[in-house]
């Protein structure tokens, strides 16, 4: 036998080794956007992406209705604050990116698009009533640090909180291993800093006043049963991104109004 015959047997046999590997373990593909589709579907997140596009569907009606545009000048600048942010500097970084993001570069210009007409939009129906909302409720545009342990049951709760009052240094501990939420659950009970008009109402009365380090509840909400305590609370100030909250919030009660 020949040395290119055994070198053309070898080749065969690592061909016939790999098809082998991909059968066991075959590649992921990429998604075609029916897979994409049939997955929202099934996952049960259909109607939550549905109502994200009926809503950006709205807001360009609306934006056609009052007149409202975006100027070329606008669209590169925000374009350009897009680009500084995820660091894309040149075409290479940007050409990676949209691939990653499976997105043309028209896709991502009408995203900037879409952004700056909802900024408008909020501005042209809101802008003249942000000021008196925040002032007439102002406590929910303070922010505060909180942390929660988040279980199904009361019974469980107070056995937790009876720990917690015992030793309250365990709380990080007692939430990696009770926690039901999954921030909580990950971050040993941390949420973050949230504004008050973040959280359910339930939550928002029962850490209303409270010191910090105190330990809150068990509170009920439709989740479950959460323990709560303030790690800090921060002053409530006017500043770009409380102004972007209440629009948000001014918003979501003016869809509520067209829904009703």
């Not at 009052?66 to 925000?78: D, N, P």
Request: one cysteine or more; a negative charge.
């Amino acid at each position: 036998m020949t040395n290119n015959t055994v070198q053309v047997q070898d080749k065969i046999q690592d061909r016939i080794q790999e098809a082998d590997t991909e059968l066991l373990f075959p590649k992921i593909s990429a998604a075609n956007d029916a897979e994409i589709v049939n997955y929202l579907r099934h996952s049960s997140k259909f109607a939550e992406i549905a109502a994200l596009a009926e809503e950006s569907a709205l807001i360009v009606k609306l934006c056609r209705h009052f007149g409202l545009e975006v100027s070329e000048t606008e669209w590169q600048e925000e374009g350009d604050v897009f680009r500084l942010k995820h660091k894309l500097f040149g075409v290479e970084e940007t050409t990676k990116w949209l691939e990653q993001q499976r997105i043309s570069l028209e896709d991502w210009s009408e995203g900037i698009r879409l952004k700056l007409l909802t900024k408008k939009l909020k501005e042209h129906l809101f802008g003249a009533n942000v000021d008196l909302h925040y002032i007439a409720n102002r406590e929910q545009y303070q922010q505060v640090a909180l942390s929660q342990i988040l279980v199904l049951d009361r019974e469980t709760a107070t056995t937790i909180k009876q720990s917690l009052l015992a030793d309250p240094t365990s709380f990080c501990a007692l939430a990696l291993e009770h926690s039901q939420g999954k921030q909580s659950h990950t971050h040993g009970g941390f949420l973050g800093v949230l504004y008050v008009s973040q959280l359910a109402p339930e939550i928002g009365q029962a850490i209303a006043n409270t010191a910090t380090g105190e330990i809150i509840g068990p509170v009920q909400t439709k989740l479950g049963y959460h323990l709560l305590r303030v790690e800090k609370w921060f002053p409530s100030v006017m500043s770009e991104s409380v102004r972007e909250e209440i629009f948000n919030t001014l918003w979501q009660l003016w869809l509520r109004e067209q829904e009703s």
